[in-house]
């Protein structure tokens, strides 16, 4: 048994270095890879003519065959990539999956536009100040270099429909947009959209995006007489913002020295606890903060006591078994008395132990939260303080719906975007029903 997990290991292992030698080689030929959930796999984009894909890992010194498992990722296929020498001390044979995640290729029959393909950045627009017109030329002038005649005339003619007063324009069916690509067009390509309609519905004379990632919070600021008002684009009904971007919002947009100060506010600890510790040991001192079973449960079959867990503490007891399958029976009653449910046979036969118990913490923290009246109250008034406008751009099968409202009009609750991505916990912003 001992011989057996030690190859499980081995072989995990060998995974990650030809994960590694592949990953340095596709960015040499400046491939972007990226990361997704489903276990240990690499993702990146290639054409998906079957010659092409042959020819280009067997420069590689790989093979390419079908994946014999269910495709890992829910919008692209999965192959395994398998080494045919050893290579930098990686054993030949040695197999690990890759996801071709080309938007051109995925299971769905064809993708549009991948993830982010169609944001500000990427069409130029960040840390530019633009009128509606010169919104138009740019984009429409990248449109052209980086589609087809027929795709970019898709994109331009969408900026086109979008300059108007009403709150709903029609999709003209022609377009032959599916419900993929409405939804990046929604996500991504709606900040452009809903600058180019708020100048018209909201009287902005002008529109700045910020560079990328400097405002997590703001999408781009309408300009009119000289003042920015900060917008925030969302997709459809709502979406999650983090605790921090709230926080810098108000410093920054505070109405009155006076509006900022959240002393009084019952969810100032919820907010120290978030901002103070990492995404890890945030879920746990959130859970001590509340009182919940599960910390209580947790210090009981750990033995460590409540004021010592931590990320640390919690890091070395996983160590101390032999077996995950040994760790998991030992989590069992914390897991019951979460009542978050067991993790997937996938979680607990991967390779990151603390994510058996981070995880549900962190699934069940925010819907704690959520239940207790008093924090959320507090939460939505500190969160209206901020003097920023949330723009929706809804894009269905037939129509593109914006619609505009400032903070005071809308509500707001703790979300989390789980434990792969390595966020913390965050807010959902929601219409005010």
């Known amino acids: 048994m001992m011989r057996f997990k030690m190859f499980i290991s ?22 972007k890879t990226s990361s997704g959930r489903g276990g240990l796999h690499t993702r990146f ?4 003519d079957p010659k092409k894909l042959q020819t280009f890992f067997s420069k590689l010194g790989v093979s ?16 395994n990539l398998t080494i045919n020498k050893s290579i930098n001390g990686i054993p030949k044979g040695t197999t690990i999956p890759w996801v071709n995640n080309n938007s051109k290729s995925s ?29 138009m030329t740019v984009v429409s002038k990248q449109a052209k270099k980086k589609y087809d005649a027929v795709t970019s005339a898709k994109l331009i003619t969408l900026l086109k429909q979008s300059q108007t007063r009403k709150n709903v324009i029609q999709i003209d069916p022609a377009l032959g947009l599916k419900s993929s690509d409405l939804t990046t ?20 004379k002008s529109a700045y995006f910020p560079t990328a990632s400097n405002e997590p919070l703001i999408d781009f600021y309408g300009i009119r007489l000289g003042v920015q008002y900060p917008i925030s684009v969302k997709s459809g009904g709502g979406g999650k913002v983090t605790v921090q971007n709230i926080i810098n919002a ?11 100060d959240l002393s009084d506010e019952k969810s100032l600890v919820i907010f120290k606890t978030v901002n103070n510790n990492s995404m890890k040991d945030g879920m746990i001192e959130l859970h001590k903060v509340m009182k ?3 910390i209580k449960e947790l210090s009981k079959v750990t033995g460590i006591s409540i004021q010592n867990l931590s990320a640390a503490s919690l890091g070395e007891w996983t160590k101390s078994f ?16 979460n009542q978050h449910g067991t993790p997937t046979e996938r979680i607990i036969n991967g390779n990151d132990r603390m994510r058996l118990i981070i995880s549900p913490l962190g699934e069940s923290i925010w819907k704690i939260l959520n239940s207790n009246a008093e924090i959320k109250t507090s939460l939505t008034n500190v969160a209206r303080q901020v003097t920023l406008i949330q723009t929706n751009v809804d894009v269905k099968n037939n129509s593109i719906t914006f619609q505009s409202n400032f903070f005071k009009q809308v509500e707001f609750e703790f979300g989390w975007a789980g434990y792969a991505g390595g966020n913390k916990l965050g807010f959902k912003m929601s219409l005010k029903k």
């Open 322 to 337: 032999e077996s995950n399958e040994k760790l998991a029976k030992a989590l069992g009653p914390f897991w019951k008395t």
């Open 185 to 204: 067009l929604s996500a991504d390509y709606g900040e452009i959209m809903a600058a180019i309609w708020a100048m018209s519905s909201l009287r902005f």
């Open 64 to 79: 390419l065959t079908d994946y014999d498992k269910d495709s890992i990722s829910g919008k692209f296929h999965t192959y």
């Open 250 to 260: 108000i410093e920054k947009r505070a109405k009155t020295a006076s509006s900022s």
């Open 10 to 31: 081995e072989s995990v292992n060998n995974q990650r270095l030809l994960k590694r030698y592949i990953e340095t080689e596709i960015k040499k030929k400046g491939i």
């Open 292 to 294: 919940t079973p599960a």
């Open 107 to 135: 299971i769905s029959g064809g993708q549009m536009f991948s993830n982010k393909e169609l944001t500000p950045d990427a069409f130029g627009l960040a840390g530019k100040t633009l009128t509606q017109k010169q919104i």
């Open 45 to 48: 984009p290639l054409d998906d």
